[in-house]
């Protein structure tokens, strides 16, 4: 059981908008802790997407847009595109456990 | 640009210790934060360890305190994890990570910018 709640999965048809959720708590993003979001495609390394709930690194598309509101955040993809399918995992820091804590993830299937 | 990469994994019996290395290519190493997170086959992200710049603050997972060791050593610009008392829950790929400080600027809120290929480990008999 991940201290951040994901939906284990998330489907939509090319050129439509997904959202993915990450629910959390007082102790990590209601605390006022950052929300960040990673994609992972089969066989690679995770690699950052969103940082600071909001913000997109280089080279990382505006179709990507991140949010944070009280106990949880989101993110949103615009636009989906076949090489959109991924899996997608939020991540913060959670006060009470002093830890890093990771959402458990979400795989994305463009139909 | 800053490189992170992992060694040191392998097959390992319940019980066991095994030592992974990540070497990171950057001229300021001492000012870099570096973690480790790993991943079980099938499953999601565990942040495992961190360690601060020079000052080496460290802090570990739940799940992994009092077996592991996170240490670092400047003059071969390498982070070390030690692992004891293997389990086969700790069967996963292993991440060597760099981390950037949020906008926040408090302790824990970092982001994961840069990550290794991984070493995979395995606990089996």
């Known amino acids: 059981q991940s201290v951040l709640t994901q939906p284990p999965s998330v489907s939509g048809a090319p050129g439509q908008r997904v959202t993915i959720s990450c629910i959390g708590s007082s102790s990590n993003i209601g605390a006022g802790y950052n929300v960040h979001w990673y994609h992972q495609l089969p066989g690679t390394a995770p690699k950052l997407l969103i940082y600071?709930?909001?913000n997109r690194p280089s080279g990382v598309p505006d179709r990507f847009s991140g949010s944070k509101s009280g106990t949880s955040a989101s993110l949103a993809i615009a636009g989906l595109q076949a090489e959109d399918e991924a899996d997608y995992y939020c991540q913060s820091y959670d006060n009470s456990l002093s830890a890093s804590v990771f959402g458990g993830g979400t795989k994305l299937t463009v139909l | 640009e800053v490189q992170l990469v992992e060694s040191g994994g392998g097959l390992v019996q319940p019980g066991g210790s095994l030592r992974l290395s990540c070497s990171v290519s950057t001229s300021s190493f001492n000012t870099h934060a570096v973690h480790w997170v790993r991943q079980a086959p099938g499953k999601g992200l565990e942040h495992v360890a961190y360690?601060?710049?020079?000052?080496?603050?460290?802090q570990y997972g739940d799940s992994v305190k009092g077996r592991f060791t996170i240490s670092r050593d400047s003059s071969k610009n390498t982070v070390y994890l030690q692992m004891s008392s293997l389990r086969p829950g700790d069967t996963a790929v292993y991440y060597c990570v760099k981390d950037v400080v949020g906008s926040s600027g408090w302790y824990g809120d970092w982001y994961f910018n840069l990550w290794g290929r991984g070493t995979l480990v395995t606990v089996s008999s």
């Open positions: 600071d709930n909001t």
């Open positions: 360690m601060s710049d020079i000052r080496g603050t460290t």
